[in-house]
C-alpha cells in the first residue's frame, strides 16, 4: 500500500522491459507488458480481470524509456506524460483526423490523465505506436506503449499516469542512444515519483 493526499492507495506499476528497471523495483507491485500496444493492452486487461471483475488498483503508473523531439525535453530527462495519442493511427484517407479511431464513440483522439499524484508536472504529449521512431511524428515525447495502457485505464475508470526518461532524440542515432540510456532512468524515478507516493 502506498498513500499520497492522505488516502491509502494501492498501485500498480507498469512497465514494457524488465531492462528498463534494473530489477530495482522489488517491494513494488509491478506487470511487465512487453513492447507494443497489443502486448501492454492484453497484459493490463488481462491483470484487470475478465470484465473488469478485478481492479484491486486506485492507480496505475506507466514507467519507460521515450524519445523526444523538437528539443523540447533532452535524454536524461525525467518527465511526466498526462496526454496520450495514437500516433500511428492514420485513416485520413477516410476523412478521419490524424490519431483518430475511427467508428468509435466517446473516446477522444487524445487522452488526458485524470491521476491526481504528478510529482514533476511538465505534462507532456506522449504519441504511442508500433513502431521505433527515427524520424518526425506526432507527441513531445514518444514510446511504443503509453497511449494502449491509458485506454485500458480510461474504460476500467482507474487512475493512469506515466513517466518516462528520455534516451533518446527519435532520430537517426535514436537506436544506439535508447540501448546505451535504457537503464538509466530508474534512479530517479525512484527518488522523483516513487519516494512521493
Request: hydrophobic share 35%; glycine share 10%.
Amino acid at each position: 500500500m502506498s498513500s499520497y493526499g492522505n488516502i491509502n492507495k494501492k498501485t500498480l506499476i507498469v512497465c514494457a522491459l524488465k531492462t528498463e528497471t534494473q530489477s530495482q523495483l522489488g517491494g513494488y507491485d509491478v506487470l511487465y507488458t512487453g513492447v507494443g500496444k497489443v502486448n501492454a493492452t492484453f497484459k493490463l486487461t488481462q491483470k484487470f480481470g475478465k470484465f473488469g471483475s478485478h481492479i484491486p488498483y486506485d492507480l496505475v503508473i506507466n514507467y519507460g524509456t521515450a524519445g523526444s523531439q523538437h528539443w523540447k525535453y533532452s535524454k536524461g530527462d525525467l518527465v511526466d506524460c498526462t496526454r496520450f495519442v495514437q500516433r500511428d493511427m492514420d485513416v485520413s484517407g477516410l476523412g478521419f483526423k490524424l490519431g483518430q479511431t475511427p467508428f468509435e464513440e466517446d473516446i477522444p483522439i487524445i487522452l488526458q490523465s485524470d491521476s491526481e499524484f504528478n510529482p514533476i508536472g511538465k505534462k507532456a504529449l506522449c504519441g504511442s505506436g508500433d513502431s521505433f521512431v527515427q524520424d518526425k511524428t506526432m507527441g513531445d515525447v514518444v514510446d511504443m506503449e503509453a497511449y494502449a495502457l491509458a485506454k485500458v485505464c480510461n474504460l476500467y475508470n482507474v487512475p493512469f499516469i506515466s513517466f518516462k526518461y528520455i534516451s533518446d532524440g527519435a532520430d537517426e542515432d535514436a537506436g544506439v542512444d535508447w540501448e546505451e540510456n535504457v537503464g538509466k532512468g530508474i534512479v530517479e524515478f525512484k527518488e522523483k515519483v516513487l519516494c512521493e507516493l
